[in-house]
């Protein structure tokens, strides 16, 4: 099979159908042979309901199928899909992202022209459902919505921090699995929480280090419906909490371990000196809604270090606590099957 096109959804049962409604409508060659997968991540509304209707009453038939991943966070949702996907090629939309009539067309033709491609993002815009607050483009990258030019590039030679968004990626699932871990260590969206986000970043930072070519296909073109509740203060603001203090994680991935020390210093060092700059310079409105997205970003970047620190340690205490609640659990029932069995005799 040449394309899965997966959609990882969270309670998106009234989204969903505008989704499918768009690949139903796709216009591409007879020649590629794809299918959807539906991964729902824990909902609680009437997303599979949703499904089994468009899997009766549409042209798709077997071509949709439809899973649960109990785990919360998207980047367990999307690990689900690639270990039942069946296509070469695995095309992510999140149940917000409308795409255009040649978007599939244009994901099967980018694959089979750049063969070292690992991954490759689309062109996103956004519809908006109210106004966003002024300089939005400056952020709006976080929230998806990807203008990078109508020509086709490759991320690692504009810049080396750079990636494509995670909503239209496309993996080829051959990179996926020879580079990515089963297990991550960002679990991206989770329900409501914003708290590890990354997830992304994460991903494609293994298929980077492995030597797989990461680009940004203009001609996939995608349309990312964007609620008012994205834009309230409140959102932004977690939101960019939760992708600076995955920063440590995401900018580590590619040293080597005996690296890791020099590099953590090098960006505390850059950290501070841009939000002393920063500061400095927006102090006189630092009250907008954008300033104080991009300092909340400086602020966490430069803590997240010892962030990642606590976390894991919190991972291990936590898991040590487990497997002694476990090894309790295992000792008191043997004690209580002896003294079944001295009762006995």
Same mark, same amino acid.
């Given at each position: 099979?040449?394309?899965?096109?997966?959609i990882?959804?969270?309670?998106?049962?009234?989204?969903?159908?505008?989704v499918?409604?768009?690949?139903?409508?796709?216009?591409?060659s007879?020649?590629?042979? !794809?299918?959807?997968?539906?991964?729902?991540?824990?909902?609680?509304? @009437?997303?599979?309901?949703?499904?089994?209707?468009?899997?009766?009453?549409?042209?798709?038939?077997q071509?949709?199928r439809?899973?649960s991943?109990?785990k919360?966070?998207?980047?367990?949702?999307?690990?689900?899909?690639v270990?039942?996907?069946e296509?070469?090629? %695995?095309?992510?939309?999140?149940?917000? &992202?409308?795409?255009? #009539?040649?978007?599939? @067309?244009?994901?099967?033709?980018?694959?089979?022209?750049?063969?070292?491609?690992?991954?490759?993002? #689309?062109? %996103?815009?956004?519809?908006?459902?109210?106004?966003?607050?002024?300089?939005f483009?400056r952020?709006?990258?976080?929230?998806?919505?990807i203008d990078?030019?109508?020509?086709?590039?490759?991320?690692?030679?504009?810049k080396?921090?750079?990636?494509?968004?995670?909503?239209?990626?496309?993996?080829?699932?051959?990179?996926w699995?020879?580079?990515?871990?089963?297990?991550?260590v960002?679990?991206?969206?989770?329900a409501?929480?914003?708290?590890?986000?990354?997830?992304?970043?994460?991903?494609?930072?293994?298929?980077?280090?492995?030597? !797989?070519? %990461?680009?940004?296909?203009?001609?996939?073109?995608?349309?990312?419906? %964007?609620?008012?509740?994205?834009? #309230?203060?409140?959102?932004?603001?977690?939101?960019?909490?939760?992708?600076?203090l995955s920063?440590?994680?995401? +900018?580590?991935?590619?040293?080597?371990?005996?690296?890791?020390?020099?590099?953590?210093?090098?960006?505390?060092?850059?950290?501070v000196?841009?939000?002393?700059?920063?500061s400095?310079?927006?102090?006189?409105? +630092? #009250?907008?809604?954008? &300033? @104080?997205?991009?300092?909340?970003?400086?602020r966490?970047?430069?803590?997240?270090?010892a962030?990642?620190?606590?976390?894991?340690l +919190? $991972?291990?205490?936590?898991?040590?606590? +487990?497997?002694?609640?476990?090894s309790?659990?295992?000792? $008191?029932?043997?004690?209580?099957?002896?003294?079944?069995?001295?009762?006995?005799?």
């Amino acid at each position: 099979m040449d394309v899965t096109v997966a959609i990882c959804t969270y309670n998106g049962a009234e989204r969903l159908p505008l989704v499918l409604d768009c690949l139903k409508s796709q216009a591409f060659s007879p020649e590629i042979d !794809w299918e959807i997968v539906v991964v729902n991540n824990n909902s609680y509304d @009437q997303t599979a309901q949703v499904v089994s209707f468009y899997q009766a009453v549409s042209k798709f038939g077997q071509r949709l199928r439809y899973v649960s991943e109990a785990k919360q966070g998207i980047a367990y949702a999307r690990r689900r899909a690639v270990q039942i996907a069946e296509g070469e090629l %695995i095309a992510f939309l999140d149940d917000d &992202n409308l795409p255009t #009539s040649q978007w599939l @067309q244009a994901v099967f033709d980018f694959g089979r022209q750049h063969s070292a491609a690992g991954a490759y993002g #689309s062109q %996103i815009v956004g519809r908006y459902e109210v106004p966003p607050p002024p300089d939005f483009d400056r952020i709006a990258c976080f929230l998806a919505v990807i203008d990078r030019g109508d020509r086709p590039f490759r991320y690692d030679q504009i810049k080396s921090w750079l990636f494509p968004a995670g909503a239209g990626l496309v993996v080829r699932k051959q990179a996926w699995l020879e580079s990515v871990p089963e297990q991550p260590v960002l679990s991206g969206v989770r329900a409501q929480q914003l708290s590890e986000k990354g997830e992304d970043i994460e991903t494609l930072s293994y298929l980077r280090k492995a030597g !797989w070519q %990461i680009w940004h296909n203009p001609a996939m073109q995608i349309e990312h419906m %964007i609620g008012c509740d994205r834009l #309230s203060p409140s959102y932004l603001m977690k939101l960019f909490r939760g992708v600076g203090l995955s920063r440590h994680h995401t +900018r580590t991935i590619r040293f080597r371990q005996w690296q890791k020390p020099f590099a953590v210093c090098a960006y505390v060092l850059r950290d501070v000196s841009r939000l002393l700059v920063y500061s400095i310079e927006h102090w006189n409105h +630092r #009250s907008a809604i954008v &300033n @104080q997205c991009e300092l909340t970003l400086l602020r966490y970047s430069l803590l997240s270090p010892a962030y990642h620190v606590v976390h894991q340690l +919190r $991972k291990k205490v936590s898991f040590v606590r +487990r497997r002694a609640a476990v090894s309790t659990g295992c000792v $008191k029932a043997s004690t209580c099957l002896s003294s079944v069995n001295i009762d006995s005799s």
